[in-house]
């Protein structure tokens, strides 16, 4: 088992910044690539980015491209997304996830789940 608690999430301007972090523990941390999603009210949970065991691989949905960043210390057991120059569309639930097996977009492809942290991007 794999727990993760994400925190970080708040009200801001758009423009604005906020940094997101994900903690894990239980199993090894460094075995899993790690993403992270959000899913607006009403719509299905959509990849945001994702990086690899190692932290040398990322990739991030071109929504994000260019203003987030993606980032992990094996060390400290602890996922980051940076998210600079945030829209009023970037407003969601941020849910950070663990991926056993690979380096995936995909959210049914990942094994364990935060509870989620707010976001809200005020106009």
């Known amino acids: 088992q794999v727990q993760l608690v994400e925190s970080g999430g708040g009200l801001v301007q758009a423009g604005g910044s906020l940094r997101l972090s994900c903690a894990a523990s239980?199993?090894?941390?460094?075995?899993?690539?790690m993403g992270w999603f959000r899913q607006a009210p009403g719509k299905e949970r959509m990849f945001v980015a994702v990086?690899?065991?190692?932290?040398?691989?990322?990739s991030y949905a071109d929504s994000v491209k260019g203003r987030f960043t993606i980032s992990r210390d094996n060390a400290k057991n602890t996922m980051y997304l940076q998210m600079n120059s945030l829209h009023p569309e970037d407003t969601a639930v941020y849910y950070c996830?663990?991926?056993?097996?690979?380096?995936?977009?995909?959210?049914?492809?990942?094994?364990?789940w935060g509870q989620g942290t707010q976001v809200t991007v005020s106009s």
């Open positions: 990086i690899s065991r190692g932290g040398v691989s990322t």
């Open positions: 239980g199993r090894t941390f460094s075995n899993y690539a």
């Open positions: 996830a663990a991926d056993y097996r690979g380096y995936s977009v995909v959210a049914r492809e990942y094994d364990y």
